[in-house]
């Protein structure tokens, strides 16, 4: 029982640390953006190439993988993104499909097609028991990273100028630019960040998630799942709606496995009749 | 009103449908062409490289002229989305005028275009999906892949004789995964065997941990596992991870699980997985040596899987059966020709089963080794000469 | 035109002004009637090519159902693939136990029973903001499909629904392997519904959805119930869904759980996009354009296809739809100007937007 909260708990932060970056976005710029898990398909890869083939540390990897992938998301985000947030939905989502459509066949290309996998230290693999609850090592460093990491974004977010600016511009755009906040290049930082994240989030995820050209697309639904469900106006609704899918979905497997996926479905489908703003949003302004 | 107009329109229509229809059928004779309908996109497009890059070599290997004819090799994708194969097949029978469809990814697809190969007499030769039933389901369908049971029972019998007294099952949740399932159930149970639980989960499961979890708390001897080609790896990962592999839980199952494509990224954690098996990389024949060496040049030191064996050996079967109907290509010609063909493959000697038109081939258990730095199923047991025990039972 | 001033309009006009308004717009413009000529004209001039223009028939049927919500009353969807699917297996499972055995009539059912599936998940998707519709439709479709693959004992699962037996039409056309008979079937039922769908949003009930689009709260000002309207519309929308779901199932006389999926969705939404939405026409060129621009680029690439499917998408909306528009309109009224000599050959120009937004 202990050892499915666990899972379900770590299954969950993955899930967040995937999908923040794309809440930020959406609750910045109101911009739909399907491409994202493009972004965490090239931390993974970018991992894999750095751990497989170069013989990087995994640990030297993740962080690299981190600015990478944040790298790419920031000239994405100057060169492609910036002509596109004035459109309308249609046309944001047609846009960022197409890129992810262009990276699953880009990816498919040049890694090939079949799934590839990280080569994670020794010292990870296996499984602690405390008090008779199985803990996966790799589980637990999900954990504790996700876990820093949430706490480290809260304390930006709170503490920091930029997270104040930040806040503002989520608030209400139009007033923080009047404030003489730039409001463009607090954007390209966030989603540079949140891209960086996002890689971040699939280089961990690839042992669990596995890794393979599709999936952006394999993926997708739950990141919006997150994000709908936990509502875009802070950090901490998808936090807390990612651990609550995590749990409810590991759960759901393990008491009735014939369902699979029904059951995160269902949930989501609830929460949203019944708060269509997200389980923990704040009225907002727009 | 403009009903009435519509009405005079289609009975017009199709009328002039029906002439074409008549019309129709008429092949070209000069030259063959072979319609490969194959997933190259999508979750399963490993098997549609695997199965069109062996096409393509055996084409070089064995030049592109057959009894005369020249030839010609179609691929087509289908992102093993039954209705694209089946409008696919239809557009390469029709317009095309192929004389072999071949490929197809998954059971759906391939039964999809069964009545298709009935109606328009197109021999339809299935290099990847496993099902047991496909064969039935159309008098022109031959198949050089294997079927899930072929696999399965020689592993059920050899865990059974080798100590394994209870098993949980674990597949995914679709015909070849419920295939497995039964088969497994059956032979397992018939051999004194005993299987504690059979988890089914869905064929796009992200996370296999759940299941896992809920298999481990069973406490079997080992877990049986058929996963399709590609997620085996991840379930293996997870596998060791959750640290069943110290609680003397052993993993058994089909090769699907220790795919030799995807073998080597899978790390040490897989070694010792014993799976039951058509074909491994590591088969020990000079023509597979051969073989291996090919693909692996052609194709930038991509490593041949059980599919790609399967795509080889279904051109072998096309260019044996036109050569040996002497230049008919009609299906009825090249369907008896095929039938009770043998020959020695890269996964040593098979041949078409002239009853059920299916596949009839040596199964090995193997054992994940690891050999020159990189991972192998290493054979060490045969059951010679398996044909499909579910239509083997069904005959008697 | 904008909403706005069309209400202003209908506001300070007298009700006989209005239905003339009505009637005019109502009329068929030759463009329209070029359009459906050329449509049926393709029964003979491309027989070779009758399989890819069923699909792209029950694609743009498809698309049709979507741009009635989201063109007509801003409602936007990604499960229209529950519809889609729904009928699908509907009218595979009636023909397969021989319980409705001719195919029109099996048709008419699986959009009834589609149709009253809408109903009941309208009061679902009229809350909520645009991406909290997407997710709930969509989830409606994910949760049928997770249905019907638990319940393999009666949908096959996996492995689609075998077995399916589709009675010749009328007793006498039997869907045969050239998908010629398929393709009139498809189109004739496609050019009905239109003509229904058509019917249905030149009316004032049309003209009230378009009011309560622009603005929903001055519409429920106005006396229009908005509520209504809208479950209404859903309801119709899913109903012609569900038409092409069993369209698709009768003409391949197979279904699969794919016809629940995200992409069936997603496709849809892309096909739209590009068609244009709120003009009827939209989704059928667009269907015309991205079923053959797949086609043409898989068969170059059966492997990388997508990458320039992509490429295109992305091109699009950077120079802008717009944008585009505007080039077509300037190529239409040259083309218009050349004369009717050129109008088979401009169905993705010429027939674009005779009544565009």
Same mark, same amino acid.
């Given at each position: 029982?202990?050892?499915?909260?666990?899972?379900?708990?770590?299954?969950?932060?993955?899930?967040?640390?995937?999908?923040?970056?794309?809440?930020?976005?959406?609750?910045?710029?109101?911009?739909?953006?399907?491409?994202?898990?493009?972004?965490?398909?090239?931390?993974?890869?970018?991992?894999?190439?750095?751990? &497989?083939?170069?013989?990087?540390?995994?640990?030297?990897?993740?962080?690299?993988?981190?600015?990478?992938?944040?790298?790419?998301?920031?000239?994405?985000?100057?060169?492609?993104?910036?002509?596109?947030?004035?459109?309308?939905?249609?046309?944001?989502?047609?846009?960022?499909?197409?890129?992810?459509?262009?990276?699953?066949?880009?990816?498919?290309?040049?890694?090939?097609s079949?799934?590839?996998?990280?080569?994670?230290?020794?010292?990870?693999?296996?499984?602690?028991?405390?008090?008779?609850?199985?803990?996966?090592?790799?589980?637990?460093?999900?954990?504790?990273?996700?876990?820093?990491?949430?706490?480290?974004?809260?304390?930006?977010?709170?503490?920091?100028?930029?997270?104040?600016?930040?806040?503002?511009?989520?608030?209400?755009?139009?007033?923080?630019?009047?404030?003489?906040? &730039?409001?463009?290049?607090?954007?390209?930082?966030?989603?540079?960040?949140?891209?960086?994240?996002?890689?971040?989030?699939?280089?961990?995820?690839?042992?669990?998630?596995?890794?393979?050209?599709?999936?952006?697309?394999?993926?997708?639904?739950?990141?919006?799942?997150?994000?709908?469900?936990?509502?875009?106006?802070?950090?901490?609704?998808?936090?807390?709606?990612?651990?609550?899918?995590?749990?409810?979905?590991?759960?759901?497997?393990?008491?009735?496995?014939?369902?699979?996926?029904?059951?995160?479905?269902?949930?989501?489908?609830?929460?949203?009749?019944?708060?269509?703003?997200?389980?923990?949003?704040?009225?907002?302004?727009? | 009103?403009?009903?009435?107009?519509?009405?005079?329109?289609?009975?017009?229509?199709?009328?002039?449908a029906?002439a074409f229809a008549a019309a129709g059928g008429a092949r070209a004779q000069d030259s063959v062409k072979i319609g490969f309908i194959l997933p190259m996109t999508g979750?399963q497009q490993s098997t549609g490289k695997q199965i069109a890059a062996a096409a393509k070599l055996f084409m070089a290997q064995h030049g592109d002229t057959v009894a005369g004819k020249k030839v010609e090799l179609i691929i087509k994708d289908d992102g093993a989305v039954p209705d694209n194969t089946k409008r696919i097949a239809q557009d390469l029978i029709v317009n095309e005028k192929v004389t072999f469809l071949a490929g197809f990814g998954v059971t759906p697809a391939a039964l999809a275009v069964a009545p298709l190969a009935t109606e328009s007499k197109t021999p339809e030769i299935v290099t990847a999906a496993g099902?047991?039933?496909i064969t039935?389901k159309s008098p022109y369908i031959a198949r050089t892949s294997f079927?899930?049971?072929?696999?399965?029972?020689?592993?059920?019998?050899?865990?059974?004789?080798?100590?394994?007294?209870?098993?949980?099952?674990?597949?995914?949740?679709?015909?070849?995964?419920?295939?497995?399932?039964?088969?497994?159930?059956? /032979?397992?149970?018939?051999?004194?065997?005993?299987?504690?639980?059979?988890?089914?989960?869905?064929?796009?499961?992200?996370?296999?941990?759940?299941?896992?979890?809920?298999?481990?708390?069973?406490?079997?001897?080992?877990?049986?596992?058929?996963?399709?080609?590609?997620?085996?790896?991840?379930?293996?990962?997870?596998?060791?991870?959750?640290?069943?592999?110290?609680?003397?839980?052993?993993?058994?199952?089909?090769?699907?699980?220790?795919?030799?494509?995807?073998?080597?990224?899978?790390?040490?954690?897989?070694?010792?997985?014993?799976?039951?098996?058509?074909?491994?990389?590591?088969?020990?024949?000079?023509?597979?040596?051969?073989f291996?060496?090919a693909f692996?040049?052609a194709n930038?030191?991509l490593?041949p &899987?059980f599919m790609a064996v399967s795509g080889y050996d279904g051109m072998h079967l096309m260019y044996e059966s036109l050569q040996k109907a002497g230049g008919k290509t009609d299906g009825d010609s090249l369907i008896a020709a095929a039938k009770g063909m043998a020959w020695?493959s890269p996964?040593?000697?098979i041949s078409i089963?002239p009853?059920?038109r299916d596949i009839?081939?040596?199964?090995?258990?193997?054992?994940?080794?690891?050999?020159?730095?990189?991972?192998?199923?290493?054979?060490?047991?045969?059951?010679?000469?398996?044909?499909?025990?579910?239509?083997?039972?069904?005959?008697? | 035109?904008?909403?706005?001033?069309?209400?202003?309009?209908?506001?300070?006009?007298?009700?006989?002004?209005?239905?003339?308004?009505?009637?005019?717009?109502?009329?068929?413009?030759?463009?329209?009637?070029?359009?459906?000529?050329?449509?049926?004209?393709t029964?003979?001039l491309f027989p070779g090519k009758h399989l890819i223009l069923k699909d792209t028939?029950?694609?743009?049927?498809?698309?049709?159902?979507?741009?009635?919500?989201?063109?007509?009353?801003?409602?936007?969807?990604?499960?229209?693939?529950?519809?889609?699917?729904?009928?699908?297996?509907?009218?595979?499972?009636?023909?397969?136990?021989?319980?409705?055995?001719?195919?029109?009539?099996?048709?008419?059912?699986?959009?009834?029973?589609?149709?009253?599936?809408?109903?009941?998940?309208?009061?679902?998707?009229?809350?909520?903001?645009?991406?909290?519709?997407?997710?709930?439709?969509?989830?409606?479709?994910?949760?049928?499909?997770?249905?019907?693959?638990?319940?393999?004992?009666?949908?096959?699962?996996?492995?689609?629904?075998?077995?399916?037996?589709?009675?010749?039409?009328?007793?006498?056309?039997r869907f045969d392997l050239y998908g010629h008979n398929g393709y009139?079937?498809?189109?004739?039922?496609?050019?009905?519904?239109?003509?229904?769908?058509?019917?249905?949003?030149?009316?004032?009930?049309?003209?009230?959805?378009?009011?309560?689009?622009?603005?929903?709260?001055?519409?429920?000002?106005?006396?229009?119930?908005?509520?209504?309207?809208?479950?209404?519309?859903?309801?119709?929308?899913?109903?012609?869904?569900?038409?092409?779901?069993?369209?698709?199932?009768?003409t391949t006389a197979f279904?699969?759980?794919?016809?629940?999926?995200? /992409?069936?969705?997603?496709?849809?939404?892309?096909?739209?996009?590009?068609?244009?939405?709120?003009?009827?026409?939209?989704?059928?060129?667009?269907?015309?354009?991205?079923k053959f621009l797949q086609d043409w680029i898989a068969n170059l690439t059966p492997q990388y296809w997508q990458?320039w499917i992509?490429?295109?998408?992305?091109?699009?909306?950077?120079?802008?739809?717009?944008?585009?528009?505007?080039?077509?309109?300037?190529?239409?009224?040259?083309?218009?100007?050349?004369?009717?000599?050129?109008?088979?050959?401009?169905?993705?120009?010429?027939?674009?937007?005779?009544?565009?937004?």
């Amino acid at each position: 029982m202990l050892t499915i909260l666990f899972d379900g708990v770590a299954y969950g932060m993955l899930l967040f640390v995937l999908a923040c970056g794309l809440s930020v976005t959406l609750g910045l710029m109101n911009f739909i953006n399907l491409a994202h898990g493009a972004f965490a398909m090239a931390g993974g890869y970018c991992t894999v190439i750095l751990v &497989n083939r170069i013989g990087i540390p995994f640990a030297l990897g993740l962080p690299i993988a981190f600015l990478v992938t944040a790298l790419i998301g920031g000239l994405f985000e100057r060169t492609l993104y910036v002509h596109v947030y004035a459109r309308d939905h249609l046309d944001q989502v047609l846009f960022t499909i197409g890129l992810v459509f262009m990276s699953v066949a880009a990816v498919d290309y040049t890694m090939g097609s079949s799934q590839q996998f990280v080569q994670i230290p020794e010292a990870l693999q296996g499984q602690f028991n405390v008090f008779g609850v199985g803990m996966g090592k790799y589980r637990l460093l999900i954990i504790v990273v996700c876990g820093l990491l949430t706490v480290s974004l809260q304390l930006i977010l709170a503490k920091t100028r930029f997270g104040s600016r930040l806040r503002a511009a989520v608030d209400d755009q139009r007033v923080a630019r009047g404030l003489g906040i &730039n409001v463009g290049a607090v954007f390209a930082v966030t989603f540079a960040f949140g891209s960086g994240l996002a890689g971040l989030g699939g280089a961990l995820g690839a042992e669990i998630l596995g890794l393979d050209p599709t999936f952006p697309l394999k993926y997708m639904i739950y990141f919006l799942i997150v994000v709908t469900v936990g509502g875009t106006s802070s950090i901490t609704g998808p936090f807390l709606a990612s651990i609550l899918l995590g749990i409810a979905d590991v759960a759901g497997k393990y008491y009735v496995p014939k369902l699979g996926a029904f059951v995160i479905y269902a949930i989501m489908i609830a929460v949203l009749i019944w708060r269509p703003q997200g389980l923990f949003a704040r009225a907002t302004a727009r | 009103m403009k009903i009435a107009v519509k009405r005079r329109y289609f009975v017009a229509a199709a009328c002039a449908a029906m002439a074409f229809a008549a019309a129709g059928g008429a092949r070209a004779q000069d030259s063959v062409k072979i319609g490969f309908i194959l997933p190259m996109t999508g979750q399963q497009q490993s098997t549609g490289k695997q199965i069109a890059a062996a096409a393509k070599l055996f084409m070089a290997q064995h030049g592109d002229t057959v009894a005369g004819k020249k030839v010609e090799l179609i691929i087509k994708d289908d992102g093993a989305v039954p209705d694209n194969t089946k409008r696919i097949a239809q557009d390469l029978i029709v317009n095309e005028k192929v004389t072999f469809l071949a490929g197809f990814g998954v059971t759906p697809a391939a039964l999809a275009v069964a009545p298709l190969a009935t109606e328009s007499k197109t021999p339809e030769i299935v290099t990847a999906a496993g099902t047991s039933i496909i064969t039935e389901k159309s008098p022109y369908i031959a198949r050089t892949s294997f079927t899930l049971a072929q696999s399965v029972v020689p592993m059920a019998d050899w865990a059974a004789q080798n100590g394994v007294k209870k098993v949980v099952s674990m597949v995914s949740d679709y015909g070849p995964g419920i295939d497995s399932e039964n088969s497994f159930k059956a /032979e397992f149970a018939k051999q004194g065997g005993q299987v504690l639980d059979a988890i089914r989960f869905p064929l796009t499961a992200p996370d296999f941990a759940p299941f896992l979890q809920r298999a481990a708390d069973q406490k079997p001897d080992a877990i049986f596992v058929f996963v399709p080609s590609g997620q085996g790896g991840v379930f293996i990962k997870q596998f060791v991870e959750r640290g069943l592999d110290k609680a003397g839980i052993k993993i058994i199952g089909p090769g699907d699980v220790t795919d030799d494509d995807l073998l080597n990224g899978m790390g040490d954690a897989v070694l010792g997985t014993i799976t039951a098996h058509i074909y491994s990389a590591d088969h020990d024949s000079p023509t597979n040596k051969a073989f291996v060496a090919a693909f692996k040049k052609a194709n930038d030191g991509l490593r041949p &899987n059980f599919m790609a064996v399967s795509g080889y050996d279904g051109m072998h079967l096309m260019y044996e059966s036109l050569q040996k109907a002497g230049g008919k290509t009609d299906g009825d010609s090249l369907i008896a020709a095929a039938k009770g063909m043998a020959w020695e493959s890269p996964r040593g000697p098979i041949s078409i089963d002239p009853d059920t038109r299916d596949i009839v081939q040596n199964v090995y258990i193997r054992k994940v080794e690891k050999k020159n730095g990189e991972l192998y199923n290493v054979e060490f047991a045969t059951f010679p000469a398996v044909k499909d025990p579910i239509k083997a039972a069904e005959a008697k | 035109m904008t909403v706005n001033t069309l209400n202003a309009k209908n506001l300070a006009a007298p009700a006989a002004n209005v239905s003339a308004y009505l009637k005019s717009r109502a009329r068929w413009s030759p463009f329209e009637i070029a359009f459906w000529v050329f449509a049926f004209a393709t029964i003979w001039l491309f027989p070779g090519k009758h399989l890819i223009l069923k699909d792209t028939a029950i694609l743009a049927l498809f698309a049709l159902s979507l741009d009635l919500i989201l063109g007509y009353a801003g409602i936007i969807s990604l499960g229209q693939a529950a519809f889609f699917g729904l009928a699908g297996y509907f009218a595979g499972l009636v023909a397969k136990y021989g319980i409705v055995n001719e195919p029109v009539v099996a048709l008419v059912l699986s959009g009834v029973v589609a149709a009253a599936l809408g109903f009941a998940t309208s009061f679902l998707v009229l809350r909520g903001s645009d991406l909290t519709r997407l997710m709930v439709t969509l989830g409606v479709s994910l949760m049928l499909g997770e249905v019907a693959n638990r319940y393999s004992n009666i949908t096959g699962g996996a492995d689609g629904l075998q077995g399916v037996d589709i009675e010749p039409l009328f007793g006498r056309f039997r869907f045969d392997l050239y998908g010629h008979n398929g393709y009139v079937y498809c189109l004739s039922v496609l050019f009905v519904c239109f003509v229904i769908v058509r019917r249905i949003v030149y009316s004032p009930f049309g003209l009230s959805l378009r009011a309560v689009k622009g603005n929903p709260l001055r519409a429920a000002a106005i006396g229009i119930p908005v509520k209504w309207r809208l479950v209404a519309i859903y309801t119709v929308s899913a109903g012609i869904a569900g038409i092409a779901g069993a369209l698709l199932t009768q003409t391949t006389a197979f279904c699969s759980l794919d016809v629940f999926s995200l /992409e069936r969705s997603a496709d849809l939404l892309l096909v739209l996009i590009i068609g244009g939405t709120g003009y009827l026409y939209g989704g059928l060129i667009g269907a015309v354009i991205y079923k053959f621009l797949q086609d043409w680029i898989a068969n170059l690439t059966p492997q990388y296809w997508q990458f320039w499917i992509g490429l295109v998408l992305v091109v699009l909306v950077l120079i802008g739809r717009d944008r585009m528009r505007n080039w077509i309109g300037t190529v239409r009224g040259a083309v218009a100007g050349v004369g009717v000599r050129l109008l088979p050959r401009s169905i993705t120009l010429g027939g674009a937007a005779p009544d565009g937004p």
